[in-house]
């Protein structure tokens, strides 16, 4: 399967993603281009040192998302993509994208959903006060951090943190978590069930959510 990824930032869930390939840990999963809207982000310079197809679309220069969206889709579409991954890409999707590739967008957020969806979910769940974080991987739909949940991980907010350590902690379980995730799908044992979706594990492991 034809992994498209999009990113704008440092692009540590990207280099997750591409160390997961070189161990073999993504399964039938293969990167096949990383696009950003940001040139000269992390995540351009880790893709282009992993020897990756790259692409720079810059927000900037379009009308509005929509056409925004439209160049994406072509770049992804050169390369055959067939599942795209959101991983830091700090932008909202429209139909556009969507479309193009019906049920086969996924997103990683750091903070547990439908909780502190938006911008710094790590931040918001920390000022809250809330005794459990964490990250979700889901599918994207026309809302905001608002599709169906594939898998989630919980992190305890420890009596010391700060929202450093937190976001950390969060991190480290994100770059867990995504691998999983995309392997899970393109080895074919994820479905969507209304908006509840089953992971079947290939194998058990030593707690459920890192089962996936
Ligand atoms: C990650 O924490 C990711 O969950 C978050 O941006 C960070 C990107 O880091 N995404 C969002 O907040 C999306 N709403 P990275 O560039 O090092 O992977």
């Known amino acids: ?27 039938p999963a293969k990167l096949a281009v990383v696009g950003v809207n940001v040139d000269g982000c992390g995540a351009l310079e880790r893709a282009r040192q992993a020897g990756l197809a790259t692409f720079v679309v810059d927000h900037r220069a379009f009308a509005d998302r929509a056409t925004f969206d439209r160049a994406l889709v072509a770049e992804l579409r050169v390369r055959q993509v067939e599942l795209l991954v959101m991983a830091g890409f700090m932008r909202l999707v429209t139909a556009e994208l969507l479309d193009a590739f019906p049920g086969r967008v996924i997103n990683i957020h750091p903070a547990l959903l439908p909780a502190f969806p938006g911008v710094d979910g790590q931040s918001q769940a920390f000022e809250y006060g809330v005794k459990i974080a964490g990250c979700t991987v889901h599918f994207v739909d026309r809302g905001r951090d608002s599709g169906p949940v594939i898998a989630q991980t919980a992190v305890c907010v420890l009596e ?7 976001r950390q902690r969060i991190l480290e379980e994100e770059h867990r978590l995504l691998p999983a995730v995309v392997r899970a799908i393109a080895e074919g044992r994820v479905t969507l069930e209304g908006r509840r979706v089953r992971v079947r594990a290939a194998i058990a492991d030593e707690t459920r959510l890192r089962s996936l």
Do not use: F
């Open 160 to 166: 010391n943190d700060d929202e450093d350590r937190l």
């Open 1 to 27: 399967m034809k992994v498209g990824v999009l990113a704008s930032g440092g692009g540590t869930n990207l280099q997750a993603l591409i160390d997961a390939a070189a161990r073999g840990a993504l399964g």
